[in-house]
């Protein structure tokens, strides 16, 4: 009979943890959201296909996109119905070429395109701050 007790009594407080940790992890889902990162295939099938969303172009070794992508972070977390993408630049060879040939556009990186039935509405280059961000996107892809 004292083995049964002990055995529900272990069972109980690992099912209790196992609740907590499955509420942790429910949370982090609804609460956090993080940009796609893809491949240059992808957008190139998203611009052909109409899509409207938001892509940023730039080289993950460098000191500024690194900081610029915590800012992409926040921003997606925050507004987790805008479909925002991330291409990193580093191992693309002929970038340029690739950006003025899909895009229509030379640019230096970071670059956040808003990109509206597959059509590039606005572009900015550089980082910018989360509000900078916000306010750009929000005029551009109503």
Same mark, same amino acid.
């Given at each position: 009979?004292?083995?049964? !007790? ?5 069972? #109980?407080?690992? /099912? ?9 992890? $429910?949370?982090? =889902?609804?609460?956090? !959201? ?5 491949? =240059? #295939?992808?957008? *190139?099938? %998203?611009?052909? #296909?109409?899509?409207?969303?938001? &892509? ?10 690194? /900081?610029?992508?915590? $800012?992409?972070? =926040?921003? *997606?977390?925050? +507004? ?11 191992? $693309?060879? +002929? $970038? ?9 556009? #030379? ?6 395109? &808003?990109?509206?039935? /597959?059509?590039? @509405?606005?572009?900015?280059? /550089?980082? %910018? =701050? ?6 750009? @996107?929000?005029? +551009?892809?109503?």
């Amino acid at each position: 009979m004292e083995f049964i !007790k002990k055995f529900a009594k272990e069972i #109980s407080v690992f /099912g209790l943890v196992l609740v907590v940790f499955l509420g942790l992890f $429910i949370y982090r =889902q609804a609460t956090f !959201k993080d940009y796609k990162t893809i491949k =240059q #295939s992808h957008l *190139t099938e %998203m611009i052909e #296909s109409k899509e409207d969303f938001v &892509v940023v172009l730039g080289d993950s070794s460098n000191t500024t996109v690194a /900081g610029y992508q915590t $800012i992409m972070t =926040q921003y *997606t977390t925050k +507004n987790r119905s805008t479909p925002f993408y991330y291409l990193d630049t580093k191992d $693309i060879k +002929n $970038i340029n070429e690739y950006v003025e040939k899909t895009l229509g556009e #030379s640019v230096s990186y970071p670059a956040t395109f &808003v990109i509206k039935k /597959g059509e590039v @509405i606005a572009k900015k280059e /550089g980082s %910018m =701050q989360y509000y900078s961000l916000y306010d750009f @996107i929000k005029e +551009n892809l109503k």
